[in-house]
């Protein structure tokens, strides 16, 4: 039996300004830990026999975990494209919009569309390539999106647009 897992659909290559600084900032943490988990293979691995050394072992897994990510982030973060400036059209909904959104059971939610790489970052950002963002996609105020998920339909009313690192509630 293999370990085989296929490849991850790609997401779109946009990003935040601070999405992209908080991948750039996981990288060189990733690089600090790095140097730790090195020290303390190379510490189990002169105690001697590897085989049954449950700390060796231990730390070389730790290390490949490690240097996949920073093989990872580095790729990603070259062919990322990031998206600092607003609209001009700031009465539709694209990338880095803010959404207030009344459900069907009367209900307020509040959703940021971000890139793929960063939207487990905050509760309230969903991917662009997610089915909700799509059909959010060039919408304006008062519109209204339906959507089929599982059997069951969604209602969602657009209230609220705004661009910007924070959502500010009108009071």
């Known amino acids: 039996m293999s370990r085989w897992k296929p490849p991850r659909p790609k997401s779109s290559p946009y990003i935040t300004p601070e999405g992209f600084k908080q991948l750039e900032q996981e990288l060189r943490s990733l690089w600090d830990r790095r140097k730790g988990v090195v020290s303390a293979l190379s510490d189990a691995a002169a105690e001697g ?4 050394n449950a700390e060796y072992i231990y730390r070389k897994k730790e290390l490949r975990g490690i240097d996949a990510r920073i093989h990872f982030l580095q790729k990603r973060l070259a062919v990322l494209n990031i998206v600092a400036d607003k609209p001009s059209d700031q009465e539709r909904i694209f990338f880095a919009a803010w959404v207030q959104l009344l459900t069907d059971e009367e209900t307020m939610v509040l959703y ?9 970052q ?12 799509q059909q959010l996609l060039k ?6 999106v339906r959507l089929k998920i599982g059997g069951k339909f969604l209602t969602y009313t657009v209230l609220d647009i705004q661009y ?3 959502f500010i509630a009108d009071e």
């Open 49 to 52: 026999d590897r085989s049954e």
């Open 112 to 120: 940021r569309i971000v890139g793929g790489d960063e939207f487990e």
């Open 122 to 133: 905050n509760k309230c950002y969903i991917s662009v390539d997610s089915p909700l963002a």
């Open 139 to 144: 919408k304006t105020f008062d519109e209204v």
């Open 164 to 166: 910007g690192a924070k």
